[in-house]
């Protein structure tokens, strides 16, 4: 009797120490688990995220609820006839050449930052990037960074496909090598500091288009499961051991087939603030503007359900340019999509560009592009910032 009664004891307390581990585990900042208890209210899930990532990421619901904002990847940095130089091209962009007014989203990308490098992938130096980021920031614009960083198991580029993603996980033969990239990516981020000393918040979206095949950590080299361990891993090791809270996060696809495309990579809705999507013109403007507006409508649809914002993160034509793509192509694609922005790729030389520069056949489309209510540039999001209600941009030439 005595014996049944410890005995029932001991399992009453193993269950009770269970119970106390699982809910430990429960409240660490970076679950394991299923989305099934996620919350939906809207915050981002960075439970630490710094009062500046907060009010970014309010600004940024503020924008979609007044147009989309119009962004530029290394808008700043170089354009297809000029590179920055110091005092040269002091703050230029292609986009203000044309329109008069900068990309409301500066984007860059951190590709070698994980090897030490002085220059990025694109030869654009670090230093540099930091320059813009703070300038980008005071002037009240988005930052969005991306990372096409190597192959961490062959140290080839990020398109060199090799496996590498079981590697880098936890236990994995390059785990050491990966957390060493890691924290360099880390002090490049803690070095983003604006004029006052505090942190910049900036969009971070790491490994996207992974349903395509041609980086490593994409579907031809990588398992779903694969890709989502390095997600929360990688962020695990960014918001835990490197202490980074201006971090809001953007997971993006490259166009997707079906809401299932989207959802076979996706880490979760505690890991990941923002849905995105990339969309380029490969295949003539008819299958584009079928693919924007359809894979738009499926992220809002998520979006909604979620309560989080979402964007169409990289675009751009790669077709033989027309007289009239942004107003006849890309606007109708947009409108009333209820994104917060869109991001044109990088105009690096003349066969390789995504936003218009002067001289171009799209130019004066452009502009028009831009006087529409809803194109949001970078004095149009200060507006918004200092009059939240204020739903027009001024001098609209052409009311919806
Ligand atoms: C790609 C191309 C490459 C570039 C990379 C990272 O889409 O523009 O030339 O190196 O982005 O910016």
């Known amino acids: 009797m005595y014996g049944q009664r410890v005995h029932i004891r001991l399992i009453v307390k193993t269950c009770c120490l269970f119970l106390i581990l699982l809910s430990m585990n429960a409240c660490h900042t970076l679950r394991n688990t299923t989305d099934l208890t996620a919350p939906r209210d809207g915050k981002l899930i960075d439970k630490k995220a710094t009062p500046e990532a907060v009010a970014l990421h309010e600004k940024l619901k503020q924008i979609s609820k007044n147009g989309f904002a119009i962004g530029h990847q290394d808008a700043t940095a170089y354009g297809v006839n000029w590179r920055y130089k110091d005092s040269l091209n002091a703050y230029w962009s292609d986009i203000k050449d044309v329109t008069g007014d900068y990309p409301a989203v500066f984007g860059f990308d951190l590709g070698h930052i994980e090897l030490e490098s002085a220059h990025n ?25 991306s990372w096409h960083l190597d192959n961490p198991t062959t140290n080839g580029s990020s398109w060199d496909t090799s496996k590498s993603v079981k590697d880098i996980l936890k236990g994995g033969s390059d785990r050491e090598k990966y957390e060493l990239w890691v924290s360099r990516l880390a002090d490049f981020l803690n070095s983003l500091e604006d004029f006052s000393g505090r942190k910049i918040p900036v969009i971070f979206r790491p490994f996207h288009e992974m349903n395509g095949s041609w980086f490593w950590w994409g579907a031809g080299s990588s398992t779903s499961i694969e890709y989502k361990a390095l997600w929360v891993e990688t962020l695990s090791l960014l918001i835990n051991k490197h202490d980074i809270h201006h971090l809001i996060y953007a997971y993006s696809p490259n166009t997707i087939s079906n809401e299932n495309e989207f959802n076979r990579f996706y880490p979760g809705d505690r890991y990941v603030d923002i849905l995105g999507v990339d969309i380029y013109n490969h295949n003539g403007d008819e299958a584009f503007i079928k693919d924007v507006t359809g894979n ?30 942004w107003t006849r192509v890309l606007y109708p694609s947009v409108k009333d999509s209820g994104i917060t922005w869109l991001l044109l790729w990088r105009n690096a030389r003349p066969n390789h560009y995504f936003a218009p520069y002067p001289g171009i056949i799209s130019e004066q489309d452009f502009v028009l592009f831009k006087s529409f209510n809803d194109t949001l540039f970078l004095d149009d999001i200060n507006l918004i910032k200092s009059n939240p209600a204020s739903q027009n941009k001024p001098n609209n030439q052409l009311e919806k």
Do not use: H, M, Q, Y
């Not at 130096?125 to 614009?141: C, T, Y």
């Open 121 to 145: 992938l694109d030869t654009v130096s670090f230093v540099l990037i930091r320059e813009l980021i703070r300038k980008a920031a005071a002037k009240g614009g988005v930052v969005t960074l």
């Open 296 to 325: 738009l409508s499926i992220l809002k649809k998520l979006a909604g359900e979620k309560n989080k914002i979402f964007a169409l993160t990289e675009t751009g034509n790669t077709k033989k340019p027309t007289e009239d793509w």
